[in-house]
């Protein structure tokens, strides 16, 4: 089996026009994004990913986003039909990259799925349902991974945009939750670590190949959580894409095993 890896997109200039939901102000910075993007790849690396980079996609500005575009769960990939309309023209590059490497499966209209709303812990696939992700997606989602030996279970999404904006995995059955994300009864049979705050991103950290944890840098109490838990911290900036609502796992698509 190949190792570990991470598919990233690099930052178009037209990241400026990234969808947001609440307007911006300054507006958004193509090149300040850059920077830090290539603060996470160093970093995915650092932790032990091979990094494979997708051909930029310059009229997409949502594209550094790459998560949303491709659903890779043990050896398929469910390429997705993004909630967002001006998102979708992202997948077929994302395509053509993963498709070199996994078994591809695609999605149709009415379903939709943005990556965001799927969060692997262990042998557990939890997808959410959001203002992105429909019953159908979730299906879609089901039809990879339920052969592959996985269980499925859809969750309702609260007040945030994906799912993994409030929820992710630390290792194959702890998470880390902010309670906008969805409801704690969601996750029965996980151990839960609330994040305690306002902002819901601060539940959003990668998983790194080696073990450690990629955690943002504004969000000291949960690098302390997580650290507490007896995992090793590695701190980055990607404040400018939390400005376009994206968060850690946004940014790359990844395998660990
Ligand atoms: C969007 O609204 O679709 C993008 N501006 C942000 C997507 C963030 N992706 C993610 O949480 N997986």
Redesign the pocket.
């Known amino acids: 089996m190949a190792g570990p890896i991470a598919f990233v997109r690099p930052v178009p200039d037209a990241f400026a026009e990234?969808?947001?939901?609440h307007p911006v102000d300054p507006p958004l910075d193509p090149e300040r994004a850059a920077a830090q993007h290539a603060g996470y790849v160093r970093a995915l690396e650092a932790g032990g990913y091979e990094v494979v980079a997708i051909p930029p996609a310059p009229d997409a500005p949502?594209s550094p986003?790459v998560?949303?575009a491709a659903v890779l769960i043990g050896e398929r990939v469910l390429v997705t039909r993004?909630g967002?309309p001006a998102?979708r023209a992202e997948t077929a590059g994302v395509a053509v990259v993963l498709g070199e490497r996994f078994p591809l499966q695609s999605v149709e209209a009415p379903a939709t799925i943005?990556?965001?709303?799927v969060l692997v812990v262990g042998r557990r696939v939890l997808v959410g349902l959001s203002g992105?992700t429909n019953r159908e997606g979730v299906e879609a989602v089901a039809a990879i991974a339920i052969p592959q030996g996985f269980e499925v279970a859809a969750v309702p999404v609260g007040a945030v945009?994906?799912l993994?904006?409030g929820l992710s995995a630390i290792d194959d059955r702890t998470v880390l939750w902010h309670r906008d994300a969805c409801d704690r009864d969601a996750l029965v049979g996980l151990d839960v670590v609330e994040v305690p705050g306002d902002d819901p991103e601060a539940a959003?950290v990668v998983r790194l190949a080696d073990g450690r944890i990629l955690v943002s840098a504004a969000h000291t109490a949960t690098a302390d959580l997580v650290s507490g838990r007896g995992r090793e911290v590695v701190g980055i900036d990607v404040s400018e894409?939390g400005r376009?609502?994206?968060?850690l796992?946004?940014l790359s698509i990844r395998r660990r095993v």
């Not at 990234?18 to 939901?21: F, P, Q, R």
């Not at 943005?114 to 709303?117: I, L």
């Open positions: 990234a969808v947001t939901s949502d986003f998560e949303d993004p967002h998102r943005d990556g965001g709303d992105r945009l994906h993994k904006s959003n894409f376009a609502d994206g968060g796992t946004c």
